[in-house]
């Protein structure tokens, strides 16, 4: 079993700048990849930015990239997203995922199945 927990969520405004952390534990020797994904009401969960372990290749959603950053930090077991220039079309609960799946087979780094474990979730709001 893999436990996560993110933190980092809140009220901005356009513009500002937020930084989410995901920290890991339990059987996470294996992982292959950890990711970001986000969720507003009513639709569907949406991939942000992944990252790689062996060699920490980053991916990210087109609608990021430029103002997202994934990174990792190996000795605490944790992600970060740094969030720069939010626009209100970023407020959503954003949750960390994390995978021992090599994509493959249909299944890539932007999609929710790939992944076996998720937290919770932190909530992003950004106002106009």
């Known amino acids: 079993q893999v436990q996560l927990v993110e933190s980092g969520g809140g009220l901005v405004q356009a513009g500002d700048s937020l930084r989410l952390s995901c920290a890991a534990s339990g059987r996470t020797f294996n992982t292959y990849a950890m990711g970001w994904f986000r969720q507003a009401p009513g639709k569907e969960r949406e991939f942000v930015a992944a990252?790689?372990?062996?060699?920490?290749?980053?991916y990210y959603a087109d609608s990021v990239k430029g103002r997202f950053t994934i990174s990792r930090d190996n000795a605490r077991n944790t992600v970060y997203l740094q969030m720069n220039n939010l626009k209100p079309e970023d407020t959503a609960g954003y949750y960390c995922a994390i995978t021992p799946q090599v994509p493959g087979y249909g299944l890539g780094y932007d999609q929710p199945k790939l992944y076996h474990y998720w937290g919770q979730g932190t909530q992003v709001t950004v106002s106009s």
């Open positions: 990252i790689r372990w062996i060699d920490s290749r980053t």
